[in-house]
């Protein structure tokens, strides 16, 4: 079964870190670009960052650019977002996403940063 479970969302204050992880389970994320999304209450879903197959690639929202990084492990199957110098405003469900022949997405981690 084709998955995508995201995991290490948590309550943190403002400017603290949490690193985010996307594991896949039925498929290979290496053939693949990934991206990571959030949705906070009451607003659409939005991109935060994506990274092409060979990792050499990435990009990010203007809104976290120089705060998030995103990189792979093929080896493990994973893609991480390490997320830095939190704000109140990054409070959302962040979700990862795969584009094989369908969009591939994961159930979310939810983190909230208080101020």
């Known amino acids: 079964q084709v998955q995508l479970a995201e995991s290490g969302g948590g309550l943190v204050q403002a400017g603290g870190s949490l690193r985010l992880s996307c594991a896949a389970s039925?498929?290979?994320?290496?053939?693949?670009?990934i991206g990571w999304f959030r949705q906070a209450p009451g607003k659409e879903r939005e991109g935060v960052s994506c990274?092409?197959?060979?990792?050499?690639?990435?990009n990010y929202a203007d809104s976290v650019k120089g705060r998030f990084t995103i990189s792979r492990d093929d080896a493990k199957n994973t893609v991480y977002l390490q997320m830095n110098s939190l704000k109140p405003e990054d409070t959302a469900v962040y979700y990862c996403r795969a584009t094989i022949s369908y969009d591939v997405w994961g159930h979310g981690t939810q983190v909230t940063v208080s101020s």
């Open positions: 039925g498929f290979t994320l290496d053939y693949y670009a």
């Open positions: 990274i092409s197959r060979s990792g050499i690639s990435t």
